[in-house]
């Protein structure tokens, strides 16, 4: 889905459109999360300085990025 596309979904009238286009925002924003996590840590940032950038506590994001 296009960013454009997904623009104009947002703003339906029909919330099955919207609903489904938050969908695709929240896979968006895990994707984009994932990988600035994985870029951090190559960079050497904590696990406590990622969890501070992503309002989170350290423990947190070390249980859903720590591998």
């Keep these: 889905m296009e960013l454009e596309d997904l ?8 919330p ?21 996590v994985a870029l951090a840590r190559e ?8 969890g501070d950038a992503l309002g989170m506590s350290r423990q947190s994001v070390h249980a859903r990025y720590g591998k």
Excluded: F, Y
Excluded at 16 to 36: I, K, N, T
């Design 7 to 14: 623009s104009k979904r947002i703003r339906s009238n029909d």
């Design 16 to 36: 099955a459109v919207g609903l489904r286009a938050v969908g695709a925002l929240h896979r968006l924003a895990e994707q984009v999360e994932a990988v600035s």
């Design 43 to 50: 960079q050497g940032w904590t696990w406590e300085q990622i």
